[in-house]
């Protein structure tokens, strides 16, 4: 009895650890997939058709990869940029700090008045909001049918949101790998080896 007790323990400690480092993974897993939910990729198509109107559908994705929402605008009349901008001072003790951001919103108004805003950027990844403004300015000044197709998203939500899943996805790699190892180990042809020796 004195041997049966500690293993017992020994197991409970151990499915109690397995527990807490699976909450932990699930529990950063959320902050990461909730992130991107806030501030997921958006991608821009946008096409000038023959008549002249400017059309967009801008996508929503949470890492790029899972689609949430489209919306589609027709009839672009403008694409304009609102900029503003953040700056905190701080005084140490023997340091001064200045801090300063300027975030960027993408305005599009549509000819029945519908408008849409971007969410504020100021570190972004593929095009900037004023480099988008500029590309959907050009499709209302073109003369024939054109094209543009462009993506962006905010540097900080997508690698935070990233690295927080990270280990999530390495615990569910760890689990598929766990499985497969032993379904193609077979206990019972191994010991119908062992008694054939």
């Known amino acids: 009895m004195s041997t049966v007790l500690p293993k017992q323990t020994r197991k409970h400690s151990d ?12 529990f ?38 899972i689609p949430l929402t489209a ?11 609102e900029s503003s901008s953040y700056s905190d001072e701080r ?13 960027y919103v993408l305005n599009l108004v549509c000819a029945d008045g519908t408008r849409w805003s971007s ?4 570190e972004p990844m593929g095009q900037s909001n004023p480099a988008l403004a500029s590309g959907i300015q050009e499709l209302l000044a073109a003369e024939s049918p054109r094209e543009f197709h462009a993506w962006m998203a905010e ?6 949101g ?22 193609r180990f077979d206990p019972a042809g191994l010991g119908g080896l062992m008694k054939k020796k």
């Open 15 to 26: 499915f109690r650890d397995r527990l807490f480092y699976i909450g932990v993974a699930l």
């Open 28 to 65: 950063f897993a959320v902050l990461g997939v909730g992130l991107q939910y806030i501030a997921p990729v958006l991608s821009y198509d946008c096409r000038r058709d023959a008549s002249g109107a400017v059309n967009c559908t801008v996508h929503r994705r949470m890492y790029g990869l």
């Open 71 to 81: 919306q589609r605008l027709s009839r672009i009349v403008s694409a304009e940029v």
């Open 91 to 103: 005084l140490g003790v023997s340091i001064y700090w200045r801090f300063m951001e300027t975030y």
């Open 119 to 122: 969410f504020g950027s100021t």
């Open 155 to 160: 540097k900080v939500p997508l690698l935070v």
């Open 162 to 183: 990233t690295i927080f899943l990270a280990p999530a996805v390495l615990l569910v790699l760890a689990l598929l790998l766990r499985i497969l190892l032993f379904r």
